[in-house]
């Protein structure tokens, strides 16, 4: 079964540096989506794509954070000069169309030291 | 935000048994709502859904019942197996003008089948 992954499974970074977070979507799917989770949180919308450019994002998702299509399979989370509260599981999720199901990868768990 | 509430954060039921994990909404625009299985260092793995014109929507061991006068849904598992020990989370989405439709989530329910 078509699956979403996501690079690297554990990334662990110095605060002030910046990480870039890699996912492959299922490969007929249009929309993608970056959520994250904070350790004893919720799961948290950050942002939508769809179409090549951003549909939707969250008053989380602020200058710090990109997100980029670079070619037909990546979809990438850029986070730049990263804090502390920045450490998550960080998930990506992608769907095919209207009234389907998002379709989570196995996420990647951001460390900020 | 507690637009969707998990209300318990944990259930045990026996193996053979019935189990009910249940959700509450505020947000009336929500209009598609989806049960999600997390096991330990995975991701939320898709169960069943059900749109609003719905009110029941079954597949295999899984129902999802929605209650829209009342803002609830409930996820049943019957029979109950020891592999459906995980935390189950309820979201919930609503036509944005870009429909993306985001998911919200609850804050989960760790279910735990006993042998």
């Known amino acids: 079964e078509p699956e979403v992954t996501q690079t690297p499974s554990h990334q662990v970074t110095q605060m002030g540096q910046e990480v870039i977070l890699r996912c492959v979507p299922i490969?007929?799917?249009?929309?993608f989506y970056w959520y994250r989770q904070i350790l004893g949180q919720k799961v948290e919308f950050l942002v939508s794509?769809?179409?090549?450019?951003?549909?939707?994002k969250s008053e989380i998702f602020d200058d710090q954070f990109s997100v980029e299509r670079p070619d037909g399979s990546n979809f990438t989370l850029k986070i730049r000069s990263t804090k502390l509260e920045d450490s998550a599981m960080y998930f990506c999720?992608?769907?095919?169309?209207?009234?389907?199901?998002?379709?989570f990868g196995d996420g990647t768990r951001l460390s900020i030291l | 935000d507690q637009q969707v509430k998990q209300n318990s954060p944990s259930l045990s039921v026996q193996e053979g048994r019935i189990s009910i994990l249940n959700c509450d909404y505020t947000n009336s625009m929500f209009d598609y709502f989806l049960w999600y299985k997390k096991y330990p260092a995975e991701g939320p793995t898709f169960l069943i859904s059900i749109s609003s014109i719905k009110d029941k929507n079954e597949d295999g061991r899984f129902t999802v019942f929605l209650n829209k006068s009342a803002k609830h849904l409930s996820l049943h598992i019957v029979p109950s197996q020891p592999g459906d020990s995980a935390v189950y989370f309820c979201?919930?989405?609503?036509?944005?003008?870009?429909?993306?439709?985001?998911?919200?989530f609850g804050s989960g329910t760790q279910l735990t089948v006993l042998p």
């Open positions: 794509f769809y179409n090549n450019e951003i549909s939707e």
């Open positions: 999720a992608s769907r095919v169309q209207e009234n389907q199901p998002q379709h």
């Open positions: 490969s007929n799917h249009l929309y």
């Open positions: 979201a919930a989405s609503v036509i944005s003008s870009g429909s993306a439709r985001q998911l919200t």
